[in-house]
């Protein structure tokens, strides 16, 4: 029916390039029925263009996930802080976001070991997959620690030095809360996740080495000095403390927040993209 039809926030890894490079034909024919591809990254974009999509289809705008609405998020900081009350804020706290089986273990090491170093911080632990919160307590308890769980939706005990965050769609809030926040699925090969919302509150953002599926945005924070990575849970120990006791990571922590600041705008470039199809 001749109608327009446009791929937006588009991005495309290598590993998915070299699947749609084996049909051949079939994938350039595929892709030029677009009338406009609009990628999130340059990479993206070469990489459209190796696979047979015709040039002036190319756009280069950044990814909407750079446009991050945190007036929302940050009522629902105000209620969660509310609920749990003020000893939330009676130590310094960091996040371990999203993390997976084998990595939990590795962040209550960084714990402890910033604990022998005589700081006495507070974790908000995200694990990517709640429904592994009871063998996580297990490990906690085991270790020595005492947690508490989000879904009880109670006042924080004062003696918590982990709160599990077993609920879903609160951990952007939390990270409100956090001075750092470790980025998980990145001390285990399970290629990271997305630092963005971390950056966008000001976190001291900190990764493991496996960031594949966030190559070139973690590429990017490291370059502008947005984002440490670290090899394993002694290196973490050692980062997040400099986050309390080295002056610095303040700076740091805004070079963050402003590295998203400066990317913001993909969500209004291509709806003008969009528009310009339609006229």
């Known amino acids: 029916q001749r109608v327009p039809v ?12 070299r699947g749609y490079s084996r049909l051949g034909q079939l994938t350039s024919t595929s892709l030029n029925r677009f009338e406009l591809i609009a990628c999130q990254s340059k990479s993206d974009a070469r990489r459209f263009k190796k696979l047979g999509v015709e040039a002036q289809k190319l756009m280069v705008v950044g990814s ?16 969660i802080t509310d609920e749990l009350g003020d000893v939330i804020k009676s130590r310094p706290l960091w996040a371990a976001a999203s993390t997976h089986p084998g990595e939990e273990k590795l962040v209550i090491d960084a714990y ?18 709640p429904n592994r919160t009871p063998e996580i307590i297990q490990l906690l308890q085991r270790k020595g620690l005492n947690v508490q769980k989000r879904s009880e939706s109670v006042p924080l005990a004062a003696n918590t030095d982990v709160l599990l ?19 998980g699925g990145s001390l285990v090969p399970r290629g990271g996740h997305n630092p963005i919302e971390a950056a966008a509150w000001g976190c001291a953002v900190i990764t493991g080495p496996h960031v594949i599926n966030f190559a070139t945005i973690v590429r990017d924070m490291e370059r502008d000095g947005a984002i440490r990575m670290v090899a394993d849970e002694h290196q973490l120990a050692d980062r997040l403390a400099s986050v309390w006791l080295d ?13 998203i600041e400066t990317r913001r705008g993909a969500t209004r470039r291509q709806l003008d993209l969009l528009r310009s199809l339609l006229v």
């Open 165 to 183: 965050i077993d609920t879903l769609g609160e951990l952007s809030a939390f990270l409100g809360l956090a001075d750092a926040a470790f980025i």
């Open 6 to 17: 446009a791929l937006v926030n588009a991005r495309l890894s290598a590993r998915s390039a």
């Open 64 to 79: 909407i996930k750079f446009d991050i609405d945190l007036a929302a998020r940050r009522v629902e900081l105000d209620k």
């Open 247 to 259: 002056d610095n990571d303040v700076d740091e922590a805004q070079v963050a927040r402003r590295f």
């Open 112 to 129: 402890l070991a910033l604990r022998e170093r005589g700081l006495e911080t507070r974790l908000l632990l995200a694990p990517r997959h």
